[in-house]
Nanobody, 127 residues
Framework: QVQLVESGGGLVQAGVSLRLSCAASGRTFSSYAMGWFRQAPGKEREFVAG????????IYGDSVKGRFTISRDNAKNTMYLQMNSLKPEDTAVYYCAAYYTVQTIDVTSREFDYTYWGQGTQVTVSS
């Protein structure tokens, strides 16, 4: 089992930056590819970003490319999402997720591939 806990959400104004963290406990964090998803009210959950288990390979959703950066520190069992130039449309509950993999560059945007999920942290961006 892997337990994931997000933090760092809040209410901010458009244009500012925010960094989310996802702390993992349980099995070996470095064996898991990780991802961030988000869900806005009345909308389906959307892929935001993903990172391979060693951190060398990342992918992003089209709506956040160039503004968000995903990273991880395996020594600290923590993943991050640096969000810059926030927009009101970024308002959502942000979830971190993980799945076990043995492939160095394996990371996916497919929600159903992720086995473990956090409870989410709310990000609200006002205009």
């Amino acid at each position: 089992q892997v337990q994931l806990v997000e933090s760092g959400g809040g209410l901010v104004q458009a244009g500012v930056s925010l960094r989310l963290s996802c702390a993992a406990s349980g099995r070996t964090f470095s064996s898991y590819a990780m991802g961030w998803f988000r869900q806005a009210p009345g909308k389906e959950r959307e892929f935001v970003a993903g990172i391979s288990y060693r951190g060398g390979y990342t992918i992003y959703g089209d709506s956040v490319k160039g503004r968000f950066t995903i990273s991880r520190d395996n020594a600290k069992n923590t993943m991050y999402l640096q969000m810059n130039s926030l927009k009101p449309e970024d308002t959502a509950v942000y979830y971190c997720a993980a799945y076990y993999t043995v492939q160095t560059i394996d990371v996916t945007s497919r929600e159903f591939d992720y086995t473990y999920w956090g409870q989410g942290t709310q990000v609200t961006v006002s205009s």
